[in-house]
């Protein structure tokens, strides 16, 4: 099943982002200033356990958040994919996933394992990570994404945007990167990338299209911050944030049982982590900063609308 | 990889309770007189979800539970095999598992899925249950247990018996339980079937032979029984414990966000279910009441060693 309706999304973006407007900001081509700063605040790994799904469905009710993206290869699949069939409204992606990276609560691929070889342990289980296994096959990659994207529209859920777990898509190689954008052409949906990468993996502007939605910036909250200046991180983002498009990616959930049980081998995005983005962008100051700096919120359903109603 | 040792069991079983033994109880065989009432305090669904984990780990090391059986399937089948691979002494099992029975958490086969496409949804999981799917294919559910047993020995767990999720292995006729027989013999790991159920379905019996362990009786609750009833419902059983050797099939859990989210479409066998076996297990009463009723907890690990050493 594919979604049609994408397809002339793809064809209006590109009648009206032709390669002579390329000197148009992103910001402009949606038809707001180019000095506008629009901000996606973006919660990933929707679906990876309860406890980030009850953060982010709470995070995106309040509309502090607003908009997500769901790992369809994990158990709590079915719950996101739930809410998302009865919240049509709600900025759903699908965060294309192929590692599985925690030690004591695993998942493995959607597809057949025969089809992605190169993807799985020994146990059958996605790799924990890629650096002891550097033969990623591209066309394991594409079995993989196609399954993950077939399961997600059979289940209900029509993602606004593609993004990609742990960057696997992003960070390793013209030719994965290039599955990724495929695949989104194929099915009329916009991958997440930022001009912010460019510098680091030059085949990225080089793979894309004048066609092809590009966010200007992204910032993320790293593991050299500490618990105290957590805050202190994202005020001083929301204060220095450049005019354009740019993507928070944050990371909510709730530090409860299950959710320090999954994390309990190492603290980067584990279970403190996760209640410290969630307490962050639910607190009355986060909205008192995005009205003080003038940001206007954007989803990426809104991006691809902004641009078929020109 | 085969437990090689415990064929050394089935042939040192073999040898012990010739057919003409039949006439003796397996209380009597193993070394007890026979009006020895043998209990095993077995908790299903180790791996499930770590709330179960969690409330079984904690049972099993206060001693109140004795045994336990673990679902390879599931996605905290990690931690259950790394506990038990600390854990040697405990008495796991593999709670085979052919269906994936909740709604907004769910689980496919270890199999590779064209191995069992009997077995599996349209979204790759395994049914919801077997009602409008009699069509299951005995071969494939000899693909999907082989490949469970295979994943467990490869993650360490040393199985000391087999037993099935929701019973499927013993209520869905010859072929399929002469599937979990013959897998039970060629790894040498006892099958939990109990006398308590040939009336019901007479291929069982037909199907064992004097090799094989066969429990005496199996006690289980179930939902006409209210919450206000819950601890008379065991004290009863305790009290009118027969001789021989008895199976409390129990299932325990810490009735949490996870374990709430897990079972929210149904109370049976849910979150409050759990913490309700939890509490009873773990209680001095319980205690009490085994001193009282002069019951000998007894493990699956024990029945073979006691008759190994015959």
Redesign the interface.
């Known amino acids: 099943m594919k979604l049609q309706s994408h397809w002339i999304c793809v064809v209006l973006l590109t009648a009206i982002f032709p390669v002579n407007a390329a000197a148009q900001t992103l910001a402009e081509k949606l038809g707001y200033p180019k000095d506008a700063k629009l901000l996606i605040v973006h919660a990933d790994d929707v679906a990876e ?3 980030v ?2 953060a982010t469905f709470q995070a995106l009710e309040s509309g502090a958040v607003n908009s997500a993206s769901i790992m369809v290869p ?6 996101a994919a ?1 809410y998302a069939k009865s919240h049509p409204g709600v900025d759903f992606g699908l965060h294309l996933t192929l590692t599985s990276e925690r ?5 493995g691929p ?1 597809a ?3 089809k992605v070889p190169s993807l799985v342990d ?3 289980y996605f790799h924990h990570d890629w650096d002891h296994h550097p033969r990623i096959d591209p066309r394991d990659v594409e079995n993989e994404l196609r399954a993950q994207i077939e ?1 997600a529209l ?2 209900g859920v029509r993602p606004s945007h593609f993004d990609s777990h742990q960057y696997r898509l992003i960070e390793n190689g013209k030719e994965i990167f290039q599955v990724f954008l495929r695949l989104g052409h194929e099915y009329g949906v916009p991958i997440f990338v930022t001009r912010d990468w460019f510098a680091e993996h030059p085949y990225l502007e080089s793979s894309l299209g004048p066609q092809d939605l590009v966010l200007d910036h992204t910032v993320t909250i790293s593991p050299d911050v500490t618990a105290e200046k957590w805050a202190d991180f994202y005020r001083d983002a929301l204060k220095n944030l450049q005019p354009g498009v740019t993507e928070f990616v944050i990371h909510v959930g ?1 530090d ?3 959710l320090r ?2 994390s309990r081998e190492r603290a980067t995005w584990g279970a403190a982590w996760r209640q410290r983005d969630f307490g962050f962008f639910m607190s009355s100051e986060f909205r008192r900063l995005l009205e003080e700096q003038r940001v206007k919120l954007i989803t990426w359903r809104e991006l691809a609308k902004a641009a078929a109603s020109r």
């Open positions: 356990t309860h406890a799904n009850a994990c158990p709590w699949f079915p719950e739930d030690v004591y609560y695993r998942w959607v057949v394992r025969e020994g146990n059958g399961r059979a289940m709730l409860d049982e299950e049980a999954f």
